[in-house]
């Protein structure tokens, strides 16, 4: 009987091995099929803000000393991380918002008034991944855009900031997406692959020198910034070149002959040349590196004794609110036992489509939130982190160089105001005070605030289901950006009633179709009535396309304003003008042939 029970334990027990072992693969490449697949993800919510007095000693840390030269008073890394712990408290230490300036890049008149606004919301640092916006001199002018800020605009940004009690955390991508440098063909020999301009060959023998000069030149015009984010996300193509692909195969030759398959000889080469780039960050420029997180992720458990272990701190990014399918609990275990601070982000505008006009408010209120359930230790997951250093807010403007204009900034506020409301409340959950408090913030007016019973009547969770882009607030709120926000309503607007006319002249009805337009032939009163619409559609994009324009022209330089009509107003103008010049093809004709007309 004992020998039989044995037996079936060990049958048991087998079972329930091979049970986890087969979930555990499978969480596995759904992780990474995901981060691979989607570069960038969606959703938030929150609840009540602290007095003043309070609000005023979250923005500033009591013990902040900032890393400095110049006679600035240095304070070594070692120091900075020791308050490393386990903490799960909220509101979060850092809440930061991202400026992705690669994308109709505002102007410092609209800053000046967005940051003293963020700042009243909860914001207490500010990430700005400048890209080309950034003024390079020397070798590397020509990466700097035609319309780059000048340095005595990076310097009035940094004192806008420090104004407003935000922290500048400069963003250099320093190994993946930088196609803002090798497009062009004096670092086009820098490429892993010569025909895809993402990433730099780790291997390069010169490669260090280039990325030394973009970060010591950031560095120059940020002296007080104490954290340096050196992105290394989406590095889509490794050991690709000629000289990786041979350390590739050494690597790999030499786990086959040891028999030792524990690491992954790719990301070695990934792991190599950011620790290569961590260690400038610390040792030459007295900053503390921060990475994406995502060529880490895939790891999973191989990831630790990595040569990163406390050398980087990890951004850990998901923009819906599934953080847990995307970043496991083993993930979490591996990051806990190899970094003593972690940041994570969630997203307030450029998630939600590369050709997105506006956020979704309710799915990156329901980001934000989920992310706030981990901080709080409210998530199993989370709490295996000694200490989450802070809430980043990312506002992607392109899905990379290449890519046209998502969101813009301006008509973007009330998503960012909402993010940060909630973050700095103190709670994991929407609630009709983050609601309160937001719409004062927004400065909508005293009558549209409240229902007869007291409860909010804007950004509640009730007006996101049903309004999940808030493009009404665009005509009731003084928010800087309201009037930009009025206008992608307006857009919005217009645009679905030119699309509606398209489509029901050439594919609804059957008088103005390829197939009439084609033979030229058709009913010239039935093409004369259908198109009856279009003169006042086009009057009214006229008349949009000149608004549009005046608005924007408050926040973006004339190239973005320029960019944003081309990529929304000139295609409804096209299809309106397609309509036209068909219409009168078909009409002109007073005589038709005979059937078939092939």
Not at 579 to 593: G, I, K, N
Request: aromatic share 8%.
């Amino acid at each position: 009987m004992m020998l039989y029970v044995r037996s079936r334990s060990r049958k048991i027990t087998l079972a329930m091995i091979t049970a986890v072992v087969i979930v555990y693969l499978v969480n596995i490449a759904s992780v990474s099929n995901e981060v691979w697949k989607n570069p960038l993800w969606f959703a938030r919510p929150n609840p009540p803000p602290p007095n003043a007095q309070q609000q005023q000693q979250n923005r500033r840390h009591d013990n902040r000393i900032f890393v400095g030269h110049s006679g600035k008073k240095n304070i070594s890394v070692e120091k900075i991380e020791g308050a490393s712990k386990l903490n799960h408290n909220l509101p979060p230490e850092y809440r930061v918002v991202h400026l992705d300036l690669k994308g109709a890049p505002p102007k410092l008149s609209f800053l000046r008034v967005l940051f003293p606004l963020i700042a009243s919301a909860g914001a207490n640092a500010v990430l700005i991944e400048y890209e080309d916006m950034f003024p390079f001199v020397n070798a590397l002018r020509n990466v700097s855009a035609r319309n780059a800020y000048t340095k005595s605009d990076v310097q009035e940004i940094n004192r806008m900031a420090a104004k407003s009690q935000l922290e500048v955390i400069p963003l250099v991508q320093t190994f993946g997406h930088l196609e803002f440098v090798l497009k062009l063909e004096e670092f086009a020999h820098f490429r892993e692959s010569i025909d895809f301009p993402q990433e730099v060959c780790p291997n390069h023998p010169e490669v260090m020198t280039l990325i030394k000069d973009l970060v010591m030149q950031v560095r120059a015009l940020h002296p007080e910034s104490r954290y340096l984010h050196i992105g290394c996300d989406e590095v889509f193509h490794l050991a690709m070149c000629a000289r990786c692909s041979a350390e590739l195969r050494a690597s790999q030759m030499h786990q086959k002959e040891h028999n030792v398959f524990a690491t992954d000889p790719r990301f070695n080469i990934f792991a190599a040349h950011v620790a290569r780039v961590a260690r400038l960050v610390r040792d030459e420029l007295g900053m503390i590196p921060i990475i994406w997180d995502d060529m880490l992720r895939q790891q999973g458990p191989r990831l630790i004794g990595s040569e990163l272990t406390n050398l980087v701190e990890p951004m850990v990014w998901v923009y819906t609110d599934d953080i847990t399918r995307l970043v496991p609990h083993y993930v979490w275990h591996s990051y806990a036992s190899m970094f003593p601070n972690i940041w994570v982000a969630s997203a307030f505008k450029g998630a939600s489509g590369e050709q997105a006009l506006v956020p979704d408010v309710e799915r990156r209120m329901a980001n934000t939130a989920a992310w706030l359930r981990i901080l709080s230790g409210e998530e199993v997951t989370g709490r295996k982190v000694r200490h989450f250093r802070g809430l980043v807010l990312t506002g992607w403007s392109r899905y990379d160089h290449f890519a046209v204009l998502c969101e813009l900034l301006p008509s973007s506020v009330p998503s960012l105001v909402l993010a940060l409301a909630m973050a700095n409340s103190g709670h994991a959950h929407h609630s009709d005070t983050v609601a309160q408090t937001t719409i004062s913030l927004l400065g909508c007016g005293m009558d549209m605030r409240l229902r007869a019973d007291g409860s909010p009547a804007l950004i509640s969770a009730e007006s996101l289901v049903m309004e999940p882009q808030q493009l009404s607030l665009g005509d009731i709120c003084a928010f800087p950006g309201a009037n930009a926000l009025s206008v992608m309503r307006q857009y919005a607007t217009l645009k679905q009633q030119v699309d509606e006319l398209f489509w029901e002249l050439t594919e609804k009805q059957g008088w103005l179709t390829p197939y009439n337009v084609r033979h030229g032939f058709s009913s010239p009163w039935r093409v004369a009535e259908g198109l009856a619409k279009q003169p006042f559609l086009m009057s009214n994009l006229e008349a949009l396309r000149n608004s549009s324009q005046k608005v924007l022209s408050q926040y973006l330089d004339s190239s973005s304003v320029r960019e944003w009509v081309e990529q929304r107003i000139q295609p409804l103008f096209l299809k309106l003008n397609g309509l036209q010049r068909d219409a009168q093809s078909l009409m002109a004709r007073t005589h038709w042939p005979r059937r078939p007309l092939d």
